[in-house]
């Protein structure tokens, strides 16, 4: 079985933020796309995050999940997680 791989362009995209130990650690702010598609992905997302700090080891794997449905549904994603220098997965 081979891999497809498309160029398509995003259909919307997603900035993932990390607010630190305060309840709720994390929120899903989207920039453009499909509302009803935004809203679904945020609440699988935070489903995925919603009790993790971003040093937990369950967050690297969890991170991996959303990049691979984020993939899925054709939706950039952008992560800010508080650190001096910030990295997008």
């Not at 933020?17 to 650690?25: A, E, Q, R, T």
């Not at 453009?32 to 937990?56: H, K, M, N, Q, S």
Request: aromatic letters at 8%.
């Amino acid at each position: 079985m081979t891999d497809i791989v498309t160029n398509e362009p995003a259909r919307a995209h997603a900035r993932i933020v990390y607010h630190g130990p305060v309840s709720p650690h994390w929120e899903v702010y989207s920039d453009y796309g499909d509302r009803t598609l935004i809203e679904e992905f945020r609440a699988r997302v935070l489903a995925r995050l919603v009790l993790l700090p971003r040093d937990d080891p369950q967050f690297r794997r969890n991170r991996e999940r959303v990049m691979r449905d984020a993939e899925r549904e054709r939706i950039s994603v952008e992560w800010d997680l508080g650190l001096a220098e910030t990295s997008d997965y």
